[in-house]
């Protein structure tokens, strides 16, 4: 059973527009949730994360949006550039905070 | 400063034999943690060592799987009679201590078993 879920497997975007990334999560005790980016034969990066007392957390590009009630978090990359071609991960932290449950993840492709 | 490492970077192992995989985390970080990621898969987690306490090893998949920590430092994920379904990216990461915050991740051991 997935507790963390990335519906979309992967996502091409033209250059300079925004790209969606959308997660969706089922464990209501999941408070703190972090995006990471993923790029072949490396290990992930950290991008942006969010605590669940916020409903948006943005750092340049990047904006995370949070829905508790929905249990949905988004990650908007505005404009998306080539080099963002990636694999992003969305994760949330278990209340013990001892590990990250991730998602399947998202194959971004920025064409030129 | 230095990131987490880890050795090998690819291994290549025939069916039955037993492999052990390396981390190196980043110095002072207290939290380590092992995770997979099978091909077409997302991240798995498999198991969790904080300072000296017993490893959490709730996400281990058999009984061949084990870990330790030295020192409270490097870390070793060893496979036993490996199979054929054990092949996948292993990936360490590291973090000052648990809770919120990110994991620094290693770049992972790609594991083959043939």
């Known amino acids: 059973d997935q507790q963390v879920k990335q519906n979309s497997p992967s996502l091409s975007v033209q250059e300079g527009r925004i790209s969606i990334l959308n997660c969706d999560y089922t464990?209501?005790?999941?408070?703190?949730f972090l995006w990471y980016k993923k790029y072949p034969a490396e290990g992930p990066t950290f991008l942006i994360s969010i605590s669940s007392i916020k409903d948006k957390n943005e750092d340049g590009r990047f904006t995370v949006f949070l829905n508790k009630s929905a249990k949905h978090l988004s990650l908007h990359i505005v404009p998306s550039q080539p080099g963002d071609s990636a694999v992003y991960f969305c994760?949330?932290?278990?209340?013990?905070?001892?590990?990250?449950?991730f998602g399947g993840g998202t194959r971004l492709m920025v064409k030129p | 400063g230095a990131g987490v490492s880890q050795s090998p970077s690819n291994k290549v192992t025939e069916k039955g034999k037993d492999v052990e995989l390396r981390c190196d985390p980043i110095?002072?970080?207290?939290?380590l943690y092992w995770y997979r990621q099978s091909l077409g898969q997302g991240l798995e987690f498999l198991i969790y060592?904080?300072?000296?306490?017993?490893?959490?090893k709730s996400g281990l998949p058999s009984d061949r799987f084990s870990a330790e920590r030295t020192g409270g430092s490097v870390s070793t994920l060893t496979i036993q009679r490996t199979q054929q379904e054990d092949s996948a990216v292993y990936l360490c990461?590291?973090?000052?201590?648990?809770?919120?915050?990110?994991?620094?991740f290693g770049p992972g051991t790609r594991l083959t078993v043939t």
């Open positions: 060592f904080q300072g000296n306490s017993a490893p959490d």
């Open positions: 990461a590291s973090s000052p201590t648990t809770g919120e915050g990110e994991q620094y």
């Open positions: 994760a949330a932290v278990n209340n013990a905070g001892n590990m990250l449950t």
């Open positions: 110095s002072g970080h207290t939290a």
């Open positions: 464990n209501s005790m999941f408070d703190y």
